[in-house]
Antibody, heavy 116, light 105 residues
Framework: EVQLVESGGGLVQPGRSLKLSCAASGFTFSDYNMAWVRQAPKKGLEWVATISYDGSSTYYRDSVKGRFTISRDNAKSTLYLQMDSLRSEDTATYYC?????????WGQGVMVTVSS | IQMTQSPSLLSASVGDRVTLSCKAGQNINNYLAWYQQKLGEAPKLLIYNANSLQTGIPSRFSGSGSGTDFTLTISSLQPEDVATYFCQQYNSWTTFGAGTKLELK
């Protein structure tokens, strides 16, 4: 059974950093591109970043370029999102998702609140 | 690519045939997915490539359309189908629609 379990969320002040993790199991992690998708409270879904299966390529939405870094450790079957210079508009539930064209499996999500 | 969903809110009765619409700002070559999100849960993939049913999804869900106009149909609405439904294009980068909230009448 495919499982994706996020961790690392919480309350953080504007301008500070936070690192999210996503532990994957039930499939060969190194075979798949992976992504982070976020959802602000009572809002829609917004793609954040994607990383290729081997980590060689990364892609970001414009609003997080230069502030967020997606990475992966295939030996540990874990996906990461380093978030620096956080802003109030980054407040959201962050989901990791397996990218197979569409996002075919999602984690349960982790809440990030940016507030002073 | 902008994705426009309609209606934003839909009320229907158990057993009704329900149709949700999603329009893309340009041709997306059928790289269109539909997701169901129940309150407090993660999204779940229902349909991919416009009309392919994801494994494990009930056959009352179906997708159709091509080019820029797409439809998700629930043939006979069940109480457990109450949720918000999002469409997503993955032809060029990826973008989601704003969602259709489906409630029981």
């Amino acid at each position: 059974e495919v499982q994706l379990v996020e961790s690392g969320g919480g309350l953080v002040q504007p301008g500070r950093s936070l690192k999210l993790s996503c532990a994957a199991s039930g499939f060969t992690f190194s075979d798949y591109n992976m992504a982070w998708v976020r959802q602000a409270p009572k809002k829609g879904l917004e793609w954040v970043a994607t990383i290729s299966y081997d980590g060689s390529s990364t892609y970001y939405r414009d609003s997080v370029k230069g502030r967020f870094t997606i990475s992966r450790d295939n030996a540990k079957s874990t996906l990461y999102l380093q978030m620096d210079s956080l802003r109030s508009e980054d407040t959201a539930t962050y989901y990791c998702a397996r990218r197979a064209g569409p996002f075919d499996y999602w984690g349960q999500g982790v809440m990030v609140t940016v507030s002073s | 690519i902008q994705m426009t969903q309609s209606p934003s809110l839909l009320s229907a009765s158990v057993g009704d045939r329900v149709t949700l619409s999603c329009k893309a700002g340009q041709n997306i070559n059928n790289y269109l997915a539909w997701y169901q999100q129940k309150l407090g849960e993660a999204p779940k993939l229902l349909i991919y490539n416009a009309n392919s049913l994801q494994t494990g999804i009930p056959s009352r869900f179906s997708g159709s359309g091509s080019g820029t106009d797409f439809t998700l149909t629930i043939s006979s609405l069940q109480p457990e189908d109450v949720a918000t439904y999002f469409c997503q294009q993955y032809n060029s980068w990826t973008t989601f629609g704003a969602g259709t909230k489906l409630e029981l009448k």
